[in-house]
C-alpha cells in the first residue's frame, strides 16, 4: 500500500479529464475509470509515499500555507517505460517549489518518498492510461491532440491510498 499527496481539480477540469479516459476505454485503451479499485478521481501526485504514518504525515502537511489557486497548462502527451500515458502539465517554478515543499515536509515525518517522485527527478504528470500498449499510442495522440491544449484548475488537495483510492481531504493547497 502507497500513500499519495495530490492535488484535485475542479469540477470542469475533472469533467474533461474522465470524458478523455470514457474515449480513450471506448477505444480498449485502458484508463484511471477501469484500473485496479476504480476509485480513481484526476489528480497529480506531488510525492508518494511507501511507508509513512498517516497521522504524522497529514499533521506535517497542516503546517504548510494554502498555496492558493493553481492553474496547469497541459500542451504534450508523455509515457513512461511500461506504458503509462499521461498529459504533461507545465513545470514552472511555482508548482516545482510547492513539490519540493511537500517533499520536505513528509520526509521530515519519516516517510519514505517513492525515488521518482524526489524533487529533480519527478515528472509532473496527469495519468491517462496507466498501462497502454506501444501499438495504442497513435489512436492515445489522436484522442489528446483534440483536446490540448488543456487548462486544468486545482480546487483541492487529498491524500489518497493507491490501494484502495480512499480519499483524506487535506485543508490547504500546498
Not at 484526476?42 to 500555507?65: I, K, M, Q, W
Not at 498555496?67 to 514552472?92: E, Y
Request: glycine share 6%; charged share 20%; aromatic share 6%.
Amino acid at each position: 500500500m502507497a500513500l499519495a499527496v495530490c492535488l484535485v481539480f475542479d469540477a470542469a477540469a475533472r469533467r474533461a479529464l474522465q470524458q478523455l479516459w470514457a474515449r480513450l476505454e471506448d477505444l480498449g485503451v485502458p484508463t484511471l475509470l477501469t484500473h485496479t479499485h476504480g476509485r480513481h478521481v484526476p489528480h497529480l501526485s506531488y510525492a508518494v509515499l511507501r511507508s509513512y504514518d498517516v497521522e504524522d504525515v497529514t499533521a506535517a502537511l497542516a503546517t504548510l500555507p494554502d498555496g492558493g489557486p493553481l492553474t496547469l497548462h497541459s500542451d504534450a502527451l508523455g509515457a513512461f517505460r511500461r506504458g503509462r500515458v499521461w498529459l504533461s502539465p507545465a513545470p514552472t517554478a511555482d508548482l516545482l517549489r510547492r513539490q519540493q515543499r511537500v517533499v520536505d515536509t513528509v520526509t521530515a515525518v519519516g516517510a519514505d518518498l517513492h525515488k521518482h517522485y524526489r524533487p529533480g527527478v519527478w515528472t509532473p504528470h496527469l495519468t491517462l492510461s496507466p498501462r497502454a500498449r506501444l501499438e495504442d499510442l497513435p489512436r492515445v495522440a489522436a484522442v489528446v491532440y483534440d483536446v490540448l491544449p488543456l487548462e486544468t484548475v486545482v480546487s483541492g488537495a487529498a491524500l489518497i491510498d493507491t490501494t484502495t483510492g480512499e480519499r483524506r481531504p487535506l485543508r490547504r493547497v500546498p
